[in-house]
């Protein structure tokens, strides 16, 4: 009998296909060979009566109803592995395997206690971890690449849910021999004129550290704008300006180094809030909204610094 409808199969072999760009890696990621997927992606497109895929050597585009259905495509896999998710979040509960997005800036300095105690106490649960750019961790959550991610709020798109987890205060870092490094703390007016380090603007708390320098007249450093939380800490030791960093990276990173001295600012409370987000509608949502009320628990019982929302 002849195919009449398209199967969740072909729909996944098409968007690994417009992810991949290329039919050999397209045929990897799904585990099969690439006549295999090849021979699906040519009856998906009889059985739906349009093309699809541009063929050419070495290069895969899709025609433009070929990119409007992988969008489709993508989400109606989407909802079918919500459904699988929900059924086995209802058998089960806290358990399985979680896919979470999470920034370098935090990451790092939060994950650790936070998966050894899931471990010790929801052995069901496996967390696989992928550092993301901070800018492009939304979009990769929509197209399904995280289940759930570790953001820095807000978050403005209307078909996720956000459940915040903590405020985390961002101190003011300065090279041991900065005139500020005498002091316990600094007050907002110490910023005025100061110059300031910031990362990227790909980074989230660019945009922070931008606001910060605008509200309390200090200058925002715009030649040297780093790449990481290590390499600010290394451009303010050798007193190239100054920095706001995270106090989660400044406790782990910063305090026994020596060459560069953190302060909290004692008149404003300057800090970011972080959140868990995953999409509206997620199978296991009942699962995230466990685990982002386990990390709250972990961070009031573990991390003095931190603000628990």
């Known amino acids: 009998m002849a195919q009449t409808n398209p199967t969740l199969k072909q729909f996944r072999y098409l968007v690994a296909l417009a992810d991949q760009k290329h039919f050999r890696h397209a045929a990897e990621s799904c585990g099969v060979s690439q006549p295999t997927l090849s021979v699906q992606i040519q009856i998906l497109e009889d059985v739906l009566g349009t093309r699809l895929v541009e063929r050419a050597r070495g290069t895969v585009n899709l025609t433009p109803t070929g990119r409007e259905i992988v969008e489709r495509a993508r989400q109606i896999l989407l909802e079918t592995q919500a459904i699988s998710d929900f059924a086995a979040m209802a058998e089960h509960g806290l358990a399985g395997t979680i896919r979470l997005g999470v920034k370098a800036t935090l990451g790092p300095y939060l994950l650790p206690r936070v998966v050894a105690a899931l471990h010790r106490e929801h052995p069901d649960v496996k967390l696989y971890i992928r550092e993301g750019v901070p800018n492009k961790l939304e979009d990769e959550l929509s197209t399904g690449l995280h289940d759930l991610i570790l953001a820095q709020l807000p978050v403005h798109k209307s078909d996720f849910v956000v459940q915040r987890l903590f ?21 907002v007016r110490d910023l005025k004129g100061l110059p300031v380090l910031s990362l990227a603007p790909d980074y989230h ?61 004692r008149d404003r409370s300057v800090s970011r809030s972080i959140g868990l987000v995953w999409r509206k509608g997620a199978g296991k949502s009942a699962t995230y909204a466990d685990l982002a009320s386990f990390i709250k628990n972990i961070v009031g019982k573990d991390f003095e610094n931190l603000i628990p929302e």
């Open 167 to 187: 405020r985390e205060p961002l101190f003011l870092a300065v090279s041991s021999d900065h005139a500020l490094a005498r002091k316990s703390d600094v007050s």
């Open 205 to 265: 708390l660019h945009d922070q550290v931008h606001a910060l320098c605008e509200d309390y007249g200090a200058d925002l450093i715009r030649d040297y704008e780093g790449t990481s939380l290590d390499a600010l800490r290394q451009m303010v030791s050798m007193n190239m300006g100054t920095t706001f960093l995270p106090s989660l990276y400044a406790q782990s990173e910063v305090s026994n180094l020596g060459d560069v001295v953190t302060l909290p600012v």
